[in-house]
Nanobody
Framework: VQLQASGGGLVQAGGSLRLSCAAS????????MGWYRQAPGKQRELVAR???????NYADSVKGRFTISRDNAKHTVDLQMNSLKSGDTGIYYC?????????????WGQGTLVTVSS
């Protein structure tokens, strides 16, 4: 199983970016999916998560600006980021709890860099 993230880049403060992540491999189903980020010199932190049924959870710092969504049929999770701030700069990682046969494991994508210039 692999998680492939894309969509990062350089954007000015106030701008928008959309991140996408696709899971591939021998997947039976996917439970929670989410996005985390790691800023320079800081620990990785939750940005947003979404259950298979569509229930979402956001970090307080991104509420009202970011929207997470998923496509269960395509095994994808997206993060729409609006009104970006310099504090949103970091490497963004997608994450998913994936069932393969009778086993469930947690997987991380390779990370995509988001840089917000002020």
């Amino acid at each position: 199983v692999q998680l492939q993230a894309s969509g990062g880049g350089l954007v000015q403060a106030g701008g928008s970016l959309r991140l996408s992540c696709a899971a591939s491999g021998s997947i039976v189903s996917i439970n929670d999916m989410g996005w985390y980020r790691q800023a320079p010199g800081k620990q990785r932190e939750l940005v947003a998560r979404i259950t298979r049924g569509g229930i979402t959870n956001y970090a307080d710092s991104v509420k009202g600006r970011f929207t997470i969504s998923r496509d269960n049929a395509k095994h994808t999770v997206d993060l729409q980021m609006n009104s970006l701030k310099s504090g949103d700069t970091g490497i963004y990682y997608c994450n998913a709890d994936i069932w393969r046969g009778l086993n469930r494991d947690n997987y991380w994508g390779q990370g995509t860099l988001v840089t917000v210039s002020s």
